[in-house]
């Protein structure tokens, strides 16, 4: 088990940016894959971006891909999500979700563990 804390999530412009933290706490297994998701009010949770913290290796989502990094910081077990150009569509609950022992975490069924989800809108 891990504890997952987000934070960040805010009230932005369009065009601005903002950066959510995904703290990992307690945890007894790796956790070498962690993601972050997002749901938009009245829609199905999705697959934002995903790295390993061990290799650094990363993912993202299509409609992310080249506005958002994710990044991590290993001596603090932080996950980042830094949000470039942010679009009122990226208005969203946004999730930090970690694999106990898998690569990455690129859709639901390979999180084993959730965190509480921080709110980003975005308004134009």
């Known amino acids: 088990q891990v504890h997952l804390v987000e934070s960040g999530g805010d009230l932005v412009q369009a065009g601005g940016s903002l950066r959510l933290s995904c703290l990992l706490s307690?945890?007894?297994?790796?956790?070498?894959?962690v993601g972050w998701f997002r749901r938009a009010p009245g829609k199905e949770r999705m697959f934002v971006a995903t790295?390993?913290?061990?290799?650094?290796?990363?993912y993202y989502s299509n409609i992310v891909k080249g506005r958002f990094t994710i990044s991590s910081d290993n001596a603090k077990d932080a996950v980042y999500l830094q949000m470039n150009s942010l679009i009122p569509e990226d208005t969203a609950t946004y999730y930090c979700a970690a694999s106990k022992y898998g690569y990455s975490v690129t859709n639901v069924a390979e999180a084993d563990d959730w965190g509480q989800g921080t709110r980003v809108t975005v308004f134009s």
């Open positions: 307690g945890r007894s297994f790796p956790y070498d894959g």
């Open positions: 790295i390993n913290r061990s290799t650094g290796s990363t």
